[in-house]
Structure formats: C-alpha cells, structure tokens
C-alpha cells in the first residue's frame, strides 16, 4: 500500500499536458483515450508509459424488486424512463 507522503508526492508533481476535449458527460456515455508517464519511485531516473481508454456511462439508480414501483421524487416527469 501507497503511504500518504507517497500519494501527496503525486498529487504535487502530476501535471496534464494535453486536457481530453470534452468534458465526461454526466448523461449520456463518455469514452477517451489517454496516456500517462510517471517516474518510478524507486529510480527517478526511468520513466513508465501506460495508455488505456476510460469508458464512463450514465449512471443508473437501482433499487430492490419490492421497491421497483417506488417512485422517486424531484426527478422530473421524465424519471421513469431511466
């Protein structure tokens, strides 16, 4: 496990070169590439370079079968179809 002074080391010297172009949506499905480089801890001297892909959908509120009628309110006339 990752010590406090580790993850704050981290924190301080992370720096975003290039920003994705659009923000995560929040209602809909939001999907980007990225690539990070990070010195290894043991050896500043070497570098590691991951890349992956982020895939975040719209979330879903799931509720017990016996509650499945429930019906939520301040959500608009339009939650049940979510």
Known sequence: M???DSIQYALETT???HEPDRRIDTF???SFQF???SELMD???Q???RSGQIHAERPTI???EPYSDL???GFGDQAHAF
């Open 2 to 4: 990752y010590s406090e």
């Open 15 to 17: 720096e975003v070169l």
């Open 28 to 30: 809909g499905t939001t």
């Open 62 to 64: 799931l509720k017990p």
């Open 71 to 73: 019906e939520f309110e």
């Open 43 to 45: 050896d500043v001297s």
């Open 35 to 37: 690539h990070l480089i």
């Open 47 to 49: 570098v590691r370079v």
